[in-house]
């Protein structure tokens, strides 16, 4: 069964590799685990200090109003949602969670909240990371989580125009075994995969670890329907079009705000023919930055590019277990110029074999100009088995007394490094106020022409008490998020704006952005009943 | 100079090439050629009919109101424009033109036609073909054309980044001289491109020939400033962002709703180390299409591609001159399985030299493997040659005689045949009402991995009166718009909406979809200041 206050299945039991204990001490203190809340505990407190008021006059039949249900509707995956569950410290949850199962019902829920005054607050496999779950703590109305996930069907699949439709909660396994069966593939692999939903994608603009050659959502995303409150927007799957504003672009992004995305018709491909990830080790930092830079704006047809900085090598080696193998790995890079500072780069290949085969050629001459390395497909393949399994170390690193969170941008070429300090130190600067240290490394997760997203992890020690862990958090969100701000890039490349990245919206988007915001939401939700505090 | 009443400098004067007048006269009759109007006989009507209302109180220092400006600064090159200034009846020109030169007086002259009640249609290279210039007949508001192409600084050139950003009204030359001098291209190159401006391919989403490599406006727009009549819209150029809705897309195919572009940020490449553009042929359309589809859904990394149809493929090589060689060329053809009812596909290939040497190998195989024959660059060096000349043989065909129209549209696989069908035979079926033949033919001009752009050519005889020659051309726009809409297609891939396609844009947006562009315009622009009935 799925966890209540962590990742994943609770049948699957990580355990931190030998020696990562040891070296995450030497870089941030000797942790204190402590124990966790007890579900049955939690679940009997949320029936006494918050009954749910969707019962009476205001219960619906497809409405559930079990704690549980409530409690598991209300929380996603970010640290300040895994700090209240593990600690027992649980904020306001919804009134009630429907499982709608068409669009029919998704309708008519809407319609019966607006009548209601209920709040709504879309949910599909509840991944977020930015707080978009929970409902509003200054809000009096009653709150309904609407969750999609029984709307999973692959409704049609035009195989000539490789569009495939599927209704909007299905989860990535699920859609990608049933396209799988037809021959396709969607391509989209965020490190959320196994539990988050096509619509969740959608509307918060994912992006997946091989999007240089499946695309973002913004590029697969091909049409479909949003229920909002008052009406329904139908998106024709057109190719292209310059027919006015591309209204796409009001459910991409839009978070629940304008709507309820019920169907999703998809850009699909052909199972690869051939797939490889390739790892490289370039001798420093900045040459790896002038590589990927150049693949980039080569376009280099490549699936993916992932570039480490030099903590986050070392750290992935650490943690990587096998450390006789790794020495003998170090020993040849070092060899080969790649020593102390180096840096890890993975190169995905996807795609008809002759292509996979040029680009192949042409990646290893650019990366080899640039002083690198390549190990062949040896760590590739382990990163590729690993990557949906690497999400769970976070239990074992909580079980083991650390908190680990995760922040990224996106910036123009020429600030990356400027970036990755700033967000590194204001990592490390929050957990100082504190009188702790922060093990904080970054990878470019994404690569453009024109610039690449900004990935950083932070590892610090747990805390004694829940109000001491949420200050920590708070402090790491808050001095990050500021120093992505004060560096000019955007608040979010992949996980979304939800309630904890709003107040700096404004930044990126301006005043006449937030307005404009403002007016389409005045307008598809006159009623406020998407009013969840997600974006505005 | 540029031409008043048809395409380009008139210091260039196309000829029809030998043979082409009796190919025509074969396919539509023997036409009888009629003089054009005079230019100072139709700016003495301006001023006699239409004097303009911009004066005395309502003069302004930066606004010219001689009836040549006016008259230039209402007209774009569509079928219906030309028709109307060919024969000297001229409809309501706008009341003058402001040239500004910087984003400050945009926003002063913004200001003042708020304050007077002045309608603003903001103008770049005035090459629109669907109506986008002319003021609303109904409108008795006075009319200023704003025209911004004296605003066409490269303003910033952010080389780590590929970023260039300049006033929105450089023309295309121009802008690509300021960027070849640094050694970067845009690589945006509409039909249009001699005349069109860059704002102007923003807020229409325009296409250019080998957007396959280098994107359409959505890809390559970066970010930009939006004056509205009320604010200003900053949008900065992030890579990526998942940040919300993004903000470019309110730009993007506003066609001049919701404020005045005054600024671009545009996504520039290195000029290509090789660029090639191959001609080749397939033994029938089927196999054409099949070939072009299977090459995007492969993604192989190709800069162009364009399939015509039979007809057109026979009318190209019809009018090619060279009879001798053409026949030489088809015999060959014919020996190679490509004989009546063969198809020409033109492949362009750009970038790196190894990529491109990778891709044509890949290309090639895929259209042997449907029966395709290439013949080498020859046949592709003339297309690339001509590419922008090729438009102004439009002059001499109306010399000649003649009227030419096109129409276009986008539509997933699975529809393209049965679209291309229905355009032609809209076409056919329009003039037949007229007892007139149309010669019809058609090609795709870009691919996509789940469809297509058609994009329709119809050749027919000018008409003896105004009346009839505008008759003619209305009731071909409106059975072709009329088709696309009955086929699923967009009311336009490439061309935008404009005036002439505004009453089929319902059918693509939706009502909901109509209902939220009006909001965003009644937002942004609550007087009606850019009411020009453009889109809306």
Redesign the interface.
């Known amino acids: 069964m799925r966890r209540w206050n962590g990742w994943g299945d609770d049948t699957i039991q990580a355990h931190l590799p030998p020696g990562a204990s040891e070296f995450l001490s030497s870089q941030v203190g000797v942790p204190v685990p402590g124990k966790d809340a007890d579900l049955a505990a939690v679940c009997a407190q949320i029936e006494r200090e918050q009954p749910s008021r969707l019962t009476g006059a205001w219960a619906h039949p497809l409405v559930e109003t079990g704690a549980e249900a409530r409690l598991r509707g209300s929380y996603g995956q970010s640290l300040g949602d895994w700090i209240a569950l593990r600690h027992g410290r649980i904020g306001r949850v919804c009134d009630g969670v429907a499982f709608p199962e068409g669009r029919s019902q998704v309708r008519a829920l809407l319609d019966w909240a607006a009548a209601h005054q209920v709040r709504v607050i879309p949910c599909g496999g509840a991944t977020s990371v930015v707080g978009h779950l929970s409902p509003r703590a200054d809000d009096p109305s009653p709150v309904l989580s609407l969750n999609l996930t029984r709307m999973r069907a692959l409704t049609d699949l ?1 195989e ?4 495939a439709t599927f209704e909007a909660g299905v989860l990535g396994p699920d859609l990608e075994a049933q396209l799988r069966a037809r021959g396709y593939t969607l391509g989209h692999f965020p490190q959320s995969f196994e539990y988050a939903s096509l619509g969740g994608w959608v509307v ?4 997946g670890q091989q999007s240089l ?1 499946y695309g ?1 959502a ?1 590029q697969w995303f ?1 049409g479909g329907t949003l229920l ?1 409150p008052g ?17 796409r ?2 459910v ?4 629940g705000r304008f709507g309820v995305l019920t169907d999703v018709t998809v ?1 699909v ?2 199972l690869p023919e051939d797939e490889r990830f390739l790892g490289l080790f370039l001798p420093n930092w900045e040459a790896g930055l002038a590589a990927v ?1 150049e693949l980039a ?5 490549l699936s993916m590019m992932r570039l480490a900085n030099a903590v986050e090598t070392l750290t992935t080696l650490k943690l990587a277990g096998h450390a006789g193998q790794i020495a003998w790995l170090e020993r040849y890079l070092a060899w080969r110029g790649c020593g102390e500072g180096k840096v890890l780069l993975f190169l995905g290949l996807t ?2 074999h ?2 996979v085969v ?2 192949q ?2 990646a290893l ?1 650019v990366v080899k100009a640039h002083g690198g390395v390549s190990t062949g497909q040896m760590l590739g393949k382990k990163w590729a088995a690993k990557r949906f399994a690497g999400v769970y170390l976070r239990n074992a690193l909580w079980d083991a007394g650390y908190m680990v969170d995760t922040m990224e941008t ?5 600030g990356t490094t400027a970036m990755v300090n700033a967000l590194e130190d204001a990592g490390r600067a929050a957990l100082a106020g504190f009188g702790e240290r922060c093990h904080a490394y970054t990878h470019l997760s ?1 690569v ?6 900004v990935y950083s992890t932070f590892v610090f020690r747990r805390a004694a008490t829940v109000e001491e862990a949420h200050a920590r958090w708070w402090a790491l969100k808050t001095g990050v998020s500021r120093a992505i701000v004060a560096q ?10 939800g309630k904890d ?1 709003a107040p700096y ?1 404004g930044a ?6 937030l ?3 403002d ?2 939401i ?3 939700d006159p009623q406020g009943v998407l009013a969840s505090g997600n ?1 505005r």
Do not use: C
């Open positions: 035009n000539a125009a490789q569009l918060t603009r994912s992006s050659r973002r913004e091909a909002t009406g329904q927007l139908d998106l024709p799957p057109l190719p292209a079009s310059a027919a006015g504003p591309d209204l672009e009001w991409l992004g839009s978070e850009r491909s052909r830079r704006q080569r376009k280099t047809p795609g008809p002759d292509q040029a680009a050629r042409e001459r996106a910036i123009p070429w020429g994404h453009y022409s024109s610039g690449s997203s000019g890039g955007t608040i979010s490349h992949q996980h979304g704006v990245h919206l990126e988007k301006g005043a006449a952005g307005a404009g915001m007016a389409l005045q307008h598809f974006l």
